[in-house]
């Protein structure tokens, strides 16, 4: 059973930095292709950033330049550096994990991903 839990959500101003984290447990971690996806109120939940198992990365439009997604496979987990934050980007944070067997496959589709953690909130004000 994959297990993914998050943290370093919170309550921030507006352009300041915030550094998300997931763990990964219970699955072979240097085999999943990882993502970042958010859900603000109301809204539906769109993707943030990706990282492949060999450490290709991509990203939304909307955090291009702001944020960075890194993985550390001896540890399992999956970080995502928020830099400059904005008031639109609160939101549930959530990451997610697929088994791939192609190194270089990132997803950007949520439906793309099997194991799922349980969020942490960003707020940020203006």
């Known amino acids: 059973q994959v297990h993914m839990v998050e943290s370093g959500g919170g309550s921030v101003q507006a352009g300041d930095s915030l550094r998300l984290s997931c763990a990964a447990s219970g699955g072979p971690f240097n085999r999943f292709a990882m993502g970042w996806f958010r859900q603000a109120p109301g809204k539906e939940r769109e993707f943030v950033a990706a990282?492949?198992?060999?450490?290709?990365?991509t990203y939304a439009d909307s955090v291009k330049g702001r944020c960075t997604i890194s993985r550390d496979n001896a540890k399992n987990t999956v970080d995502l550096q928020m830099n400059t934050v904005k008031p639109e980007d609160t939101a549930v944070y959530l990451c997610?994990?697929?088994?791939?067997?192609?190194?270089?496959?990132?997803?950007?589709?949520?439906?793309?991903?099997?194991?799922w953690g349980q969020g942490t909130q960003v707020t940020v004000s203006s």
């Open positions: 997610a994990a697929v088994l791939t067997d192609y190194s270089g496959s990132y997803f950007r589709n949520q439906w793309s991903y099997d194991y």
């Open positions: 990282i492949s198992r060999g450490g290709a990365t």
